[in-house]
């Protein structure tokens, strides 16, 4: 049996901004819109889903409903592209800074070892070593939550893409 998110419509305006006038090719989805598919998606806890949309039969055109599954279909593969880049460069900032870090405390141990006495080089000593500890600790933050943050939308716009898309008489 095929997992069904069934929302409701009065009219294809429903999917799309109040405040956007372009063609539906080009529109952007409603905020309400896209959250109340969201938390449907959450909610049921789909893997997959075939998205079903019921509109009253005097409002529904083929030709408008083709063009509308592209949209979304393009909107959400987007957004994963987006967030899939956003993931990706929050984890190599993340090890840059890690490893950036690491390079500071490695020559704080340096400086420590050619201190003798030198105030100017205790100095440096004292700034590097905080400094590269700090570095080290938001690389790894940056690796392991940072680049999860924006997990659940990740994986619903993941699903989506795969979703169908049907329109049906209300």
């Known amino acids: ?19 956007d006038p ?10 309400d819109f896209l959250h109340e598919l969201k938390s449907v998606v959450k909610e049921v806890s789909l893997e997959e889903f075939e998205m079903i949309f ?13 063009t509308i599954t592209e949209r979304l279909h393009a909107y959400f593969r987007k957004h994963d592209v987006f967030l899939l ?14 490893f950036v870090g690491l390079a500071v405390m490695c020559g704080a141990v340096l400086l420590s ?3 003798d006495g030198n105030k100017i080089i205790s100095l440096i000593k004292v700034i590097l070593e905080p400094a590269g500890w700090f570095m080290s600790w938001y690389g790894l933050d940056q690796v392991f ?16 893409i795969k979703a169908k898309i049907v329109f049906v008489n209300a």
């Open 145 to 160: 939550y940072s680049s999860r943050r924006n997990r659940h939308n990740l994986i619903f716009f993941q699903k989506a």
């Open 54 to 66: 019921s509109l009253p039969a005097k409002e529904r055109n083929p030709e408008l409903e083709k």
């Open 113 to 115: 070892w050619t201190e």
């Open 85 to 98: 880049r956003e993931k990706r460069d929050h984890i190599r900032n993340g090890a840059i800074l890690t």
């Open 22 to 31: 372009r063609p539906y090719s080009e529109r952007g989805l409603s905020d």
């Open 1 to 19: 049996m095929k997992n069904v998110v069934q929302l409701t419509l009065d009219s294809y305006q429903d999917l799309f901004s109040d405040f």
